[in-house]
């Protein structure tokens, strides 16, 4: 993609409702004086930007839908009598569905649920190419669902990378229950509901570093992290497992060779709180011998405390170097908050 806007600019809300009546899977969820079934009705819209509602959010260099597939997993309390809490909800995996969205807006199945039993709803919105519930042990996935603690939670269920320097795309949500209209909230009965709702919200951040004026001797450009996070809380990004400066973890994205003086990185990042900032370092490598340089741009709050920089969920940080006397010279040209509907000012 040639510019941010690209990247992440057709800002895309998917809109999930769970609605009670006939299905087009009738043979899902048969109904027995132990189980309710419900159907799933899930579709998307674009708020306020009709003129590019028919479009999707997109992937770093990729003109084909980034989020096109959709998991719904319910989670169980434990206890009836437990507080309503996300460490007293299990994953029900026996009652997960997965599901390709390759023809929004209109995908329907059911969920078989159990009366008198509380649920919490969690959906994941992610690339088919980058992991498949149905075989989740295959050797092409991106990430990985579960916990680092046992017993698994909502409150540490995780997406967990592969690799920390390859980040796929993220959207999550909780499902909230309605009844005639009237919000029961994101933890019910199913037979409190009659319509279930929910937002799904891109969880991961961005990064675009731009470098030019690169010399003709560098022969390859690569960017390094000083730490990474290696695991996020599906529900909304808080990071649950991490690297620290000098681990052995990978730290080390993919090298670029300068195409007319110049090389771009386009990353997702998890989400880095403050707690967790990194410092980048830019590796230039000529014949044998190589060079780290740390980039280093003036502080800005909540993206940028002495040189480390913070990825908040949703939020895209672009910073420019260029090559003056034989030195890199950075600066922070941006920072949107995708969860806007608009550019903050920032072509």
Not at 44 to 61: F, I, K, W
Not at 132 to 148: E, K
Request: aromatic residues 10%.
């Amino acid at each position: 993609m040639d510019s941010i806007k690209q990247i992440y600019g057709l800002m895309a809300t998917l809109i999930v409702l769970l609605l009670s009546g006939c299905s087009q899977e009738e043979a899902i969820g048969v109904a027995s004086e132990e189980t309710i079934p419900v159907e799933l009705n899930i579709s998307y819209n674009v708020l306020n930007n009709t003129s590019h509602n028919e479009v999707l959010t997109r992937a770093p260099g990729d003109a084909t839908l980034s989020v096109n597939r959709i998991l719904v997993l319910p989670f169980q309390k434990t206890n009836e009598a437990a507080a309503d809490d996300p460490a007293n909800f299990i994953p029900v995996y026996s009652l997960a569905k997965q599901i390709n969205v390759s023809s929004f807006p209109n995908v329907v199945t059911k969920l078989t649920l159990t009366p008198a039993t509380t649920y919490r709803i969690l959906i994941i919105g992610y690339n088919r190419n980058d992991y498949d519930f149905a075989n989740q042990s295959s050797a092409t996935r991106r990430f990985n669902l579960g916990s680092a603690t046992s017993p698994t939670t909502l409150a540490n269920f995780y997406l967990q990378l592969v690799s920390p320097t390859d980040i796929p795309e993220f959207f999550s949500c909780m499902a909230v229950g309605y009844m005639n209209g009237q919000s029961i909230g994101t933890s019910f009965k199913p037979e409190q509901i009659n319509n279930i709702q929910g937002t799904l919200k891109r969880i991961v951040s961005g990064l675009t570093l731009n470098l030019t004026n690169i010399p003709t001797y560098i022969t390859s450009v690569s960017l390094i992290a000083e730490q990474l996070v290696t695991a996020t809380r599906a529900t909304d990004g808080t990071p649950l497992t991490w690297q620290t400066a000098g681990d052995s973890g990978l730290k080390t994205f993919p090298g670029q060779t300068p195409v007319a003086g110049k090389v771009t990185f386009n990353q997702y990042m998890l989400g880095t709180p403050d707690a967790r900032k990194t410092l980048f370092y830019i590796r230039i490598a000529y014949g044998t011998f190589s060079q780290n340089y740390p980039i280093s741009i003036v502080d800005s709050p909540n993206v940028v405390s002495g040189n480390r920089i913070i990825f908040t969920p949703n939020h895209w940080v672009q910073i420019d170097g260029k090559y003056i006397n034989s030195t890199l010279v950075f600066i922070l040209t941006g920072t949107i908050n995708l969860d806007d509907n608009a550019w903050d000012g920032i072509s």
